[in-house]
């Protein structure tokens, strides 16, 4: 146990479950659900032994059940993660975790289940951000399946659209390139994967996060309500794609979690297994070299002009990204379709600064 921890760092809404244990029990748990959420991507492995060390002593938390799910999904233990997702639905009724039940099944050899379940009625109700998370995860089977055109139509839905930008737009972009890639599409990969940078700068994801701060504040937050998306600016002139975040790296698309992998990869989660208080078995996610040519301003403001608020969208918190202070990426005519393609040409080019 790292010495820093002290259990405070849940949500509330996590603590105020673990309140159904005896204080010190609690008190225990908490620290476990805090470690494995901590090595969650660095160590998967570490995080699924908190996870389950916490669900010895509190087995019957939904919460506990959850963490125990996804650290086992991340860590590649996909029958654990499967039955500790379904308990932890069977618990709540919550149904945000299909898109990773749908994988484990895939992952597990059982596409026919994976695809009955994708296609449930559970399914139809899901929020926005589930159902993006769901069709990356069919993507993934269609690929699997070796139909690379069907896994471009999964991903064809509403909320793919690259000038304006939500939490799971990044990933929804960078896993839309990839699928344009396995069709020879490349040079329309490779703007997908611009605007994929382009919103993570815009909502402060990814690289461009901001280090999170705690608040032990016991009083209860005022909670903020959800906006429309950021607007993103998609450059019209390839010429002027300056660089993100320092390396290309950025603009090339890495398969994550579900449906971007051609086989479910690990991460980690902040649960546990089964323990005393255990349920039944069935029970139950080189920015560019170059930057703009100075002499070329043909795009700057294009990123200018709101969208309709009353968009269907949802998810992810509104900020205007001002194409003036965006750096571009790489100019797909200039520097040919792959992202890692350099130009040699001699000329120089500078990036602007986000």
């Given at each position: 146990?790292?010495?820093?921890?002290?259990?405070?760092?849940?949500?509330?809404?996590?603590?105020?479950?673990?309140?159904?244990?005896?204080?010190?029990?609690?008190?225990?748990?908490?620290?476990?659900?805090?470690?494995?959420?901590?090595?969650?991507?660095?160590?998967?492995?570490?995080?699924?032994?908190?996870?389950?060390?916490?669900?010895?002593?509190?087995?019957?938390?939904?919460?506990?059940?959850?963490?125990?799910?996804?650290?086992?999904?991340?860590?590649?233990?996909?029958?654990?993660?499967?039955?500790?997702?379904?308990?932890?639905?069977?618990?709540?009724?919550?149904?945000?975790?299909?898109?990773?039940?749908?994988?484990?099944?895939?992952?597990?050899?059982?596409?026919?289940?994976?695809?009955?379940?994708?296609?449930?009625?559970?399914?139809?109700?899901?929020?926005?951000?589930?159902?993006?998370?769901?069709?990356?995860?069919?993507?993934?089977?269609?690929?699997?399946?070796?139909?690379?055109?069907?896994?471009v139509d999964a991903l064809s839905i509403p909320q793919l659209d690259k000038n304006r930008?939500?939490?799971?737009?990044?990933?929804?972009?960078?896993?839309?390139?990839?699928?344009?890639?396995?069709?020879?599409?490349?040079?329309?990969?490779?703007?997908?994967?611009?605007?994929?940078?382009?919103?993570?700068?815009?909502?402060?994801?990814?690289?461009?996060?901001?280090?999170?701060?705690?608040?032990?504040?016991?009083?209860?937050?005022?909670?903020?309500?959800?906006?429309?998306?950021?607007?993103?600016?998609?450059?019209?002139?390839?010429?002027?794609?300056?660089?993100?975040?320092?390396?290309?790296?950025?603009?090339?698309?890495?398969?994550?979690?579900?449906?971007?992998?051609?086989?479910?990869?690990?991460?980690?989660?902040?649960?546990?297994?089964?323990?005393?208080?255990?349920?039944?078995?069935?029970?139950?996610?080189?920015?560019?070299?170059?930057?703009?040519?100075?002499?070329?301003?043909?795009?700057?403001?294009?990123?200018?002009?709101?969208?309709?608020?009353?968009?269907?969208?949802?998810?992810?918190s509104e900020h205007d990204l001002d194409p003036d202070d965006d750096e571009e990426l790489?100019?797909?005519?200039?520097?040919?379709?792959?992202?890692?393609?350099?130009?040699?040409?001699?000329?120089?080019r500078g990036a602007e600064d986000v």
């Open positions: 146990m790292d010495e820093d921890i002290t259990g405070r760092e849940l949500d509330k809404p996590t603590r105020a479950q673990l309140g159904a244990l005896e204080p010190r029990n609690a008190e225990a748990v908490a620290k476990h659900l805090v470690m494995a959420g901590r090595y969650l991507s660095d160590d998967p492995a570490l995080a699924l032994e908190h996870a389950q060390a916490a669900g010895r002593r509190g087995g019957r938390i939904a919460a506990v059940r959850e963490a125990t799910g996804i650290a086992a999904y991340e860590a590649g233990d996909y029958a654990l993660a499967l039955k500790e997702l379904r308990t932890f639905r069977r618990m709540t009724g919550a149904e945000i975790h299909l898109p990773l039940m749908v994988d484990c099944e895939r992952a597990l050899g059982r596409t026919d289940k994976a695809v009955e379940l994708a296609t449930s009625e559970a399914a139809a109700s899901l929020e926005t951000s589930e159902r993006v998370e769901l069709a990356i995860v069919l993507a993934g089977m269609r690929r699997d399946q070796g139909d690379a055109q069907g896994a930008g939500f939490s799971y737009s990044p990933r929804l972009f960078r896993a839309y390139a990839e699928a344009l890639r396995g069709v020879d599409r490349a040079r329309e990969a490779l703007t997908w994967d611009r605007q994929a940078v382009v919103a993570e700068a815009a909502l402060g994801l990814g690289q461009f996060a901001e280090p999170e701060i705690l608040d032990f504040d016991d009083e209860d937050e005022t909670e903020q309500a959800p906006s429309d998306g950021v607007v993103l600016a998609e450059p019209e002139n390839a010429a002027e794609d300056a660089t993100v975040a320092g390396t290309a790296a950025a603009a090339v698309p890495e398969d994550t979690r579900a449906g971007l992998r051609e086989e479910p990869v690990g991460g980690t989660g902040d649960s546990s297994i089964d323990g005393t208080e255990h349920e039944p078995d069935d029970v139950l996610d080189e920015g560019a070299e170059e930057g703009a040519d100075e002499e070329s301003e043909e795009s700057e403001g294009a990123a200018e002009g709101d969208l309709d608020p009353d968009d269907d969208f949802e998810g992810g790489l100019d797909p005519e200039d520097h040919g379709a792959a992202p890692d393609d350099r130009s040699d040409d001699g000329e120089e």
